[in-house]
């Protein structure tokens, strides 16, 4: 047998073997996850495309809307200067001598009146010293009374001698010795004249001092502050009471260097007080300094304010000076929108459709507001929202 028929009888006896062709990378069969997915977009496409597209809705229409046109106009131009409201005559009230306080006779928000006495200090030393000039003064008219009454007497002597010295009855010696003491009774008396005028001077500041002991009102007014209580000490110059007239206030602000173009001595200006509400008041320039301050270089003028009994020292202020025209767009104080902070009007387009515009807001008057930014000739302007929220909405104006 040979090699080919043994091979063949083998291959007859053994169990037969099926084999198979690897279908390769391209033809492997898909796993379970991912026909899942498979299925799951194709689902979702076929859904899509079923679904119709949803329609726009009209915005909403709100009628009885009052518009306006915003114009630029021609407005005047002012020149703002803040500062403090003060009174005209105002003082701190201090002690010129030392001493400890005895009584405080007002409290602040009292109503004074010139002359009284406000503060007592404590005047013993001051009331001793009076007594010595006084004793002093006495003292010197007793001492005048006994020189004029040795001058009368040498003067008496020298006529006597005079008559006889003419007579050739006295030697010229003895002459000369009347005339002498004349002479000197004469200066005894005029040093006893000027003791008591010196005296005098001395009673006068005496007085002088124990008047310091009171501290009296130097004008009608109102006690503004009370600095001191019974039992402290007084000290020259340190502040015990402040005082002012609540009469008469004067505006002072401070006006940069570079704007002092605009303010004029005798001029009329509108001042607006913030605590007195909107309306402005008239005060008139009564006073500029004459040097500006070298570290914010700007100058204090004062304004003069009417009278006015809600007017009180340390309110704000705001002086209005004017410096010719300006152009500038202006909208009614009811066309405003606030939004915390900031300010906005609804502009309307060409498609009647309201949108919110932020502006930038002016100089406020009574009636509108100077826009400095965000708005601009020619457009629409819803002049009063009443509050309603109109932005997307369609306007049906009146």
């Not at 859904?47 to 009885?64: D, F, L, R, Y």
């Not at 304010?305 to 767009?329: M, T, V």
């Not at 601009?376 to 009063?384: I, T």
Request: proline share 6%.
């Amino acid at each position: 047998m040979n090699h080919r028929n043994h091979f063949n009888a083998r291959m007859s006896k053994s169990p037969a073997v099926i084999l198979r062709e690897d279908p390769g990378p391209s033809r492997r069969t898909p796993s379970v996850a991912t026909t899942i997915l498979l299925i799951s977009l194709a689902l979702f496409f076929t859904a899509c495309s079923n679904q119709k597209p949803a329609a726009i809705s009209a915005p909403e229409t709100v009628s009885g809307i009052t518009l306006f046109t915003a114009q630029r106009t021609i407005v005047p131009d002012y020149m703002d200067a803040t500062g403090t409201v003060r009174a005209a005559d105002s003082a701190q009230l201090a002690s010129q001598m030392m001493g400890t306080i005895t009584h405080v006779n007002v409290h602040e928000g009292d109503h004074i009146r010139r002359g009284e006495v406000l503060i007592s200090i404590d005047a013993a030393q001051p009331r001793a010293a009076f007594q010595n000039a006084t004793a002093g003064v006495q003292a010197s008219d007793q001492g005048i009374a006994a020189a004029d009454a040795e001058y009368s007497l040498a003067e008496a002597t020298m006529r006597r001698y005079q008559m006889l010295y003419d007579k050739k009855s006295v030697s010229p010696q003895e002459f000369d010795e009347v005339k002498t003491k004349l002479a000197a009774a004469k200066a005894h008396r005029d040093a006893a004249h000027a003791g008591r005028a010196q005296a005098e001077a001395s009673l006068s500041e005496a007085n002088t001092v124990v008047g310091f002991s009171s501290i009296r009102a130097p004008f009608n007014g109102v006690v503004t502050a009370k600095l001191a209580d019974v039992g402290a000490m007084a000290a020259p110059g340190v502040p015990l009471l402040t005082v002012e007239d609540p009469s008469h206030f004067r505006l002072e602000v401070q006006v940069d260097e570079s704007q002092m173009g605009a303010v004029h001595l005798g001029a009329a200006i509108p001042v607006v007080i913030d605590a007195l509400g909107d309306p402005a008041i008239s005060g008139k320039v009564i006073q500029i300094a004459a040097a500006a301050d070298p570290s914010s270089r700007s100058f204090t003028v004062k304004i003069e304010l009417p009278p006015n009994p809600q007017i009180r020292s340390g309110l704000f202020g705001r002086a209005q000076f004017p410096r010719g025209q300006r152009p500038s767009i202006l909208v009614p104080q009811a066309a405003l929108v606030h939004r915390g902070q900031l300010d906005a009007v609804y502009v309307v387009d060409k498609d009647q459709i309201a949108g919110l515009r932020y502006i930038t807001l002016g100089k406020p008057s009574t009636k509108d507001v100077d826009v400095l930014s965000g708005l601009d000739s020619g457009e629409r302007v819803v002049a009063d929202a009443g509050g309603r929220d109109l932005s997307g909405k369609r306007i049906g104006a009146q």
